[in-house]
């Protein structure tokens, strides 16, 4: 049974960021992951919204998290606070892969463009790529596109493997209205991915 915390003793959730700031730049790995455990999803969600990726969005939060550890000795606190900081590490890591993905693009394009590359097979693997990335890129504008009450219904029975059945328990419409929204998601996407390719 944990003791009952008192004026002296506060609740760990309840200790400020600044003091937790404190105990990161005396070298505290337990105030970092505490420090983590309270701001991680918030940084996840401004990564989130700055690289529009989920996956990236991981890596960089990831990577915040890094730079405040190796950084802790300059750590701020504002306002009680210690997001302003995260959010100023997390701007320059967004940044940094920006920057990264634009070299990568480059590099990429001096391949395909000079012929440089050391195999006609990577050469065609790096074009048939792109070309799915681009299709699946028309493909996602289609979808956005879409009325909500299609999109929904695509989402659920096409990208999430859900049975008619589940769909309309899930949306709370009848399982005809979900095969006839449905059939009309497809029709929409089959013209917008035509136009796409003309």
Known sequence: MHPVPTDDQPDEADRPDALLVDEL???????????FDRHADTIHAFCFR?????????????????????????ALIHHGSALPWLYGIGRNVCRSLERARRR??????RVLNEGTAPDDWLADDVVRRIDSERQMSAVLDAVAA?????RDVFELVVWAGASYDEAAASLGVPTG????????????????????SD
């Open 146 to 150: 879409l009325p909500g009450h299609e």
């Open 104 to 109: 990568h693009d480059q590099a990429l394009r």
């Open 50 to 74: 700055r690289t529009a990726s989920w996956h990236v969005a991981e890596d960089a939060t990831s990577t915040v998290f890094l730079e405040l550890w190796r950084g802790r000795s300059r």
């Open 25 to 35: 730049r005396h070298g505290s790995s337990a105030a970092l992951a505490e420090l």
């Open 177 to 196: 209205t979900i095969r006839s929204r449905l059939s009309r998601a497809r029709r929409r996407l089959s013209l917008a991915t035509r136009d796409e």
